[in-house]
């Protein structure tokens, strides 16, 4: 079912499956920001990403002895959340364990998406509750896609990254199974600005880690209209596009990443997991302010 937040300036849309941003529109030019979700090219608009973000080793992994087997990006995308609080600036959606999460997944869980829309900016908020008698381990993060360009007159050329401070950083290579292949290729030398080009994603996703930016703004040469997106507190950050001629570019903010070839296929012992005692709440946000 599809949920509305609106105010004078925008309207944005969520699906309870998956808790899903699906339309965030500028109203006064009717104006949708948010990938539209062809199938012929990405059939999907912005998944959340949990327990695991990306890849594991042949879709699994090992927790006391047991296997468990989980599709890229882990279940919450493609399950159904339950929607607990609704005000016209605010909504919070809530996916908790089940008998179909614990076969993949041994851990009780409460995980809350929260969508709170302020003036021309929109907040997403992943909190994550340890509901078990033991420690859980996690990953969390979002895959929102943005059209590009956003205007007919456009090339996806003319966009451009620009990161809120000065950066040399190299991205993480990708196996033909979407592991992390332990090789790295420079991006960004002494510098805050990443055109946008298709060839940047024949490698598949550009896969950043801890920047020295919280921010980064996607932008035109050719329109004055900007989107700034904020990531505190994620250490991982991806770009990325189907290759090919696909309109839009995901900015992905993400606490975790995907496995490495080789690794031991231990949970806890999968890079950028997060750990939570029992009881303990882990949250995070990121915002999409336009500009």
Not at 13 to 31: M, N, P, R, T
Not at 143 to 160: A, C, I, K, T, W
């Amino acid at each position: 079912m599809l949920y509305f937040l609106e105010n004078d300036l925008y309207k944005v849309g969520v699906e309870s499956l998956g808790a899903e941003l699906q339309h965030f529109v500028k109203k006064d030019e009717d104006l949708e920001l948010i990938w539209v979700a062809d199938p012929a090219v990405w059939a999907a608009h912005a998944p959340n990403l949990f327990p695991i973000v990306g890849e594991l080793p042949n879709q699994q992994y090992t927790y006391n002895g047991k296997t468990y087997h989980m599709k890229r990006h882990g279940f919450a995308r493609r399950s159904e959340f339950k929607l607990v609080e609704e005000h016209h600036e605010k909504l919070v959606f809530e996916l908790t364990s089940s008998e179909e999460t614990l076969a993949q997944y041994p851990f009780k869980f409460r995980l809350l998406i929260a969508y709170r829309l302020e003036q021309n900016a929109l907040s997403v908020t992943y909190q994550v509750t340890n509901t078990d008698h033991e420690k859980m381990y996690f990953a969390v993060g979002g895959h929102p896609g943005f059209n590009v360009p956003l205007y007919p007159n456009e090339r996806y050329e003319d966009y451009y990254l620009e990161f809120e401070k000065e950066e040399t950083a190299s991205r993480h290579l990708l196996s033909d199974q979407g592991l992390l292949n332990g090789d790295t290729e420079r991006l960004l030398e002494q510098t805050n600005i990443l055109p946008l080009d298709r060839s940047l994603f024949d490698k598949d996703a550009v896969v950043l880690e801890r920047l020295n930016s919280e921010k980064v703004t996607l932008a035109s040469r050719s329109n004055p209209r900007r989107l700034e997106m904020s990531f505190e507190g994620f250490p991982y950050f991806g770009i990325w596009a189907k290759p090919g001629p696909a309109p839009y570019v995901c900015l992905e903010p993400w606490c975790g990443i995907a496995s490495r070839v080789g690794d031991s296929g231990e949970l806890q012992e999968k890079e950028g997991m997060n750990e939570l005692r029992p009881g303990q709440i882990f949250e995070r946000t990121f915002t999409v302010t336009v500009l």
